[in-house]
């Protein structure tokens, strides 16, 4: 892939139907807890538009408390959070939605998703209750309260089964990426569907800025192994959701702009020898991440 279409973290994708996401997001996930308010406040200040958290991380209070900290207008953000796997079916879902809204002290989300898929080594009954999920999904999203709606983790058979009884299709998968472990199947088929495929953990959890090659890419085009990898996930048309609690730092991670990697550096990243891996996938991921 050559020259990606943005000149600034505030250019954006456009989802299915027309809502616009900023390309870069801050993420929050293993922020410490009673630092997510300054962080996400943090984040603000050095440019990010757009902040991703989710029910499970247990910080929802904190990060609506750093959007008010911000001082920003509501409207200038894109605030995501996500679905858990307690709260699947129907009326659960409903539920939820508006424990996370009341939790971020928010009128609407900008985008809702879900976080991992029912799958069946779980229930024989999985697409039903992951249809079930997400027809709640829908409804929120006619009521005004989810501006756009998606996954996390859902892979191409997951996908099918929930194209087969949407109304609404999915705006996103936010999925694990970085140097060393791209899943370019599941990319290609979230992509080719109209989806925007989000990179969660795009600098592998901090463990793949060790990588000797990583560093040894970043030194030839003046720019940090982080830097690196968000704009790694960007020249695959990925959006990258990096995390960091230093100001400069955050800083940093948007200043991707201003250089473009070779197709064979790419290429030497892609097929980094993988670290950083989480370990979760849908079908066996621990019972706690699924159940």
């Not at 279409?5 to 390309?23: A, E």
């Not at 605030?79 to 129907?90: A, F, M, N, Q």
């Not at 201003?258 to 670290?275: G, M, V």
Request: contains cysteine.
């Amino acid at each position: 892939m050559s020259q990606i279409p943005f000149s600034s973290p505030r250019d954006t994708f456009t989802l299915v139907g027309g809502v616009k996401i900023p390309c870069i997001g801050y993420g929050t996930w293993q922020t410490a807890p009673g630092m997510t308010a300054d962080c996400v406040a943090a984040a603000i200040d050095a440019g990010y538009t757009h902040i991703d958290t989710a029910w499970v991380y247990g910080n929802e209070p904190e990060v609506g408390e750093g959007v008010r900290r911000s001082g920003r207008a509501r409207e200038s953000l894109f605030i995501t959070t996500k679905h858990w796997v307690t709260e699947r079916g129907y009326e659960k879902t409903k539920t939820a939605i508006d424990t996370s809204l009341k939790n971020l002290g928010l009128d609407y989300l900008d985008l809702y998703l879900i976080h991992w898929p029912c799958v069946e080594k779980l229930r024989p009954d999985w697409a039903e209750v992951n249809g079930d999920t997400w027809r709640a999904f829908e409804e929120a999203q006619r009521a005004g309260k989810l501006r756009a709606v998606g996954v996390s983790n859902f892979q191409e058979k997951h996908l099918r089964a929930l194209f087969d009884v949407c109304s609404i299709r999915p705006a996103v998968n936010q999925i694990e990426f970085h140097p060393g472990y791209t899943q370019p199947e599941t990319v290609r088929f979230t992509q080719e569907h109209g989806m925007v495929a989000e990179a969660w953990s795009p600098l592998g959890s901090g463990a793949v800025l060790k990588a000797p090659v990583l560093g040894e890419i970043a030194a030839k085009y003046g720019k940090s192994p982080a830097q690196v990898c968000v704009r790694f996930a960007l020249e695959h048309g990925v959006l990258p959701l990096p995390k960091s609690t230093d100001p400069a730092r955050m800083a940093a991670n948007l200043d991707v702009f201003d250089f473009e990697l070779s197709a064979e550096d790419r290429a030497r990243l892609t097929n980094l020898t993988p670290s950083g891996f989480s370990t979760y996938l849908p079908e066996d991921a621990p019972a706690d991440a699924i159940a």
